[in-house]
């Protein structure tokens, strides 16, 4: 995100971006992180594509169906939130990566951006302009 031209990343050190295309990281304020799990990266991913709150007991669902005990799918989820918090979370940091609560966790859409978000700008962007054109002959 920019503004005024100035990249938030270089003016905030609570701002993160989110890469998914050509291998997910985590850049934030100038570290690139990578995730040690491949559960986690797949929860980080999910959170990151629909970027909304979501109910805990359906990512566990989703994310460890191998597992069939609720109770075990949601120990699961716990325990890769807080391996995302040690990998990703400054210590006391204010406006963090994930938005969690006890039922439900989706991304801080405000402190963070995505190269799959920014894609999906373009593609609206080039659709207007075509949409425009069209309309226009």
């Known amino acids: 995100k920019q503004i005024y031209g100035i990249s938030m ?56 169906q191998d597992i069939l005990e609720r109770k075990d799918q949601r120990a699961s989820l716990r325990t890769a939130l807080a391996s995302l918090s040690r990998q990703l979370e400054p210590i006391n940091s204010k406006g963090g990566l994930l938005n969690t609560n006890y039922s439900c966790l989706g991304i801080n859409c405000t402190h963070c951006s995505s190269d799959v978000w920014e894609f999906e700008g373009f593609l609206r962007n080039a659709k207007e302009s075509v949409d425009g054109v069209s309309h226009c002959l």
């Open 9 to 64: 990343e270089l003016v905030s050190p609570l701002y993160w971006h989110i890469s998914l295309l050509g291998g997910l990281y985590v850049r934030h304020g100038g570290i690139v992180s990578h995730l040690k799990t491949s559960k986690t990266a797949e929860l980080l991913a999910y959170i990151v594509l629909y970027p909304h709150s979501h109910s805990r007991d359906t990512l566990a669902d989703l994310i460890w």
